[in-house]
């Protein structure tokens, strides 16, 4: 059974910058697939960023491409995203995720994977 808790969200200005953190306890394999995904009330949810344990691999959403950096410190079992260049459209309750196996890509789905609580990232302009 993995764990995992998000931490880091909060309210800033656009054009501004947070770190999220997802904290995983429990084993997470070489195999496994770590990501960020969002979700605005309303909204169906959104793939942000995905990272395969195994190789390093990262995958991004279009939307956050080049403002976003998805990382992991293997070392303290934890999951990073970092977001720069914050915008209004990307308010959300970002969530982490972590599934074994199948396909690391965040338009992907993590369906029968594992989930955080969620954080809720607020961009004001």
């Known amino acids: 059974q993995v764990q995992l808790v998000e931490s880091g969200g909060g309210s800033v200005q656009a054009g501004g910058s947070l770190r999220l953190s997802c904290a995983a306890s429990g084993y997470t394999a070489s195999s496994f697939c770590m990501g960020w995904f969002r979700q605005v009330p309303g909204k169906e949810r959104e793939g942000v960023a995905t990272i395969y344990i195994g190789g390093g691999w990262t995958y991004y959403a279009d939307s956050v491409k080049g403002r976003f950096t998805i990382s992991r410190d293997n070392a303290k079992n934890t999951l990073y995203l970092q977001m720069d260049s914050l915008k209004p459209e990307d308010t959300a309750k970002y969530y982490c995720?972590?599934?074994?196996?199948?396909?690391?890509?965040?338009?992907?789905?993590?369906?029968?994977?594992?989930w955080g609580q969620g954080t809720q990232v607020t961009v004001s302009s």
């Open positions: 995720a972590a599934k074994d196996g199948g396909i690391c890509h965040p338009s992907r789905p993590f369906t029968s994977g594992y």
